[in-house]
T-cell receptor, first 115, second 115 residues
Framework: QKEVEQNSGPLSVPEGAIASLNCTYS??????FFWYRQYSGKSPELIMS????GDKEDGRFTAQLNKASQYVSLLIRDSQPSDSATYLC???????????????FGKGTHLIIQP | IAGITQAPTSQILAAGRRMTLRCTQD?????MYWYRQDLGLGLRLIHY???????GKGEVPDGYSVSRANTDDFPLTLASAVPSQTSVYFC??????????????FGAGSRLTVL
């Protein structure tokens, strides 16, 4: 059973600070890693994807991947109240072994940005 | 239609009844998925389809069936609904021609209550 673990939170961060979200995964052969944001009552939306070890930056967001440690993180700089949401870590699950084999999701971390 | 359309948005259903959740995408994505999301359990894959004419089982397929007659449509059927199938159901799609590069786009979700 492939697993993706996240701290459920809530994680409370002051406005303007850096929010750090963490995720570990069990399957060493996983190749693709994603962060989705989900507002209450809404569907998940993609924020970041990362496929190689190291950092990937996109605006205020930075994804970090360490395959040796089976660890992926998301940093949100200059946090805004609108960043308050649940953040889902997702990993390529390899259900079918082909290209379209879905993702395994963590249960999500609830982030609260305090004004 | 833009993206993924799910119907119905919400439904209350008596146990034992048959129900089909509809999903249509206009992005010509080859792969489609059905997930259910439950509080405390996160998103779990029910069924997937790599391409029209093929389907596969995900993590929680029991009690559900799918079909993929064409690229655009991927209905999910509950043959005889039970209360444990009360959940929010998300349809998703991806255009993943390369293994490990599947980025999922989600529909708005269907909230199903089985009494």
């Amino acid at each position: 059973q492939k697993e993706v673990e996240q701290n459920s939170g809530p994680l409370s961060v002051p406005e303007g600070a850096i929010a750090s979200l963490n995720c570990t995964y069990s399957d060493r052969v996983s190749q693709s890693f994603f962060w989705y944001r989900q507002y209450s009552g809404k569907s998940p939306e993609l924020i970041m994807s990362i496929y190689s070890n190291g950092d990937k930056e996109d605006g205020r967001f930075t994804a970090q991947l360490n395959k040796a440690s089976q660890y992926v993180s998301l940093l949100i700089r200059d946090s805004q109240p609108s960043d308050s949401a649940t953040y889902l870590c997702a990993v390529n699950s390899g259900v079918s072994g082909g290209g379209a084999d879905g993702l395994t999701f963590g249960k999500g971390t609830h982030l609260i940005i305090q004004p | 239609i833009a993206g993924i359309t799910q119907a119905p948005t919400s439904q209350i259903l008596a146990a034992g009844r048959r129900m089909t959740l509809r999903c249509t995408q206009d992005m010509r994505h080859n792969a489609m998925y059905w997930y259910r999301q439950d509080l405390g359990l996160g998103l779990r894959l029910i069924h997937y389809s790599n391409t029209a004419g093929t389907t596969g089982k995900g993590e929680v397929p029991d009690g559900y069936s799918v079909s993929r007659a064409n690229t655009d449509d991927f209905p999910l059927t509950l043959a005889s609904a039970v209360p444990s199938q009360t959940s929010v159901y998300f349809c998703a799609s991806s255009d993943s021609g390369v293994s490990g590069a599947n980025v999922l786009t989600f529909g708005a979700g269907s909230r199903l209550t089985v009494l």
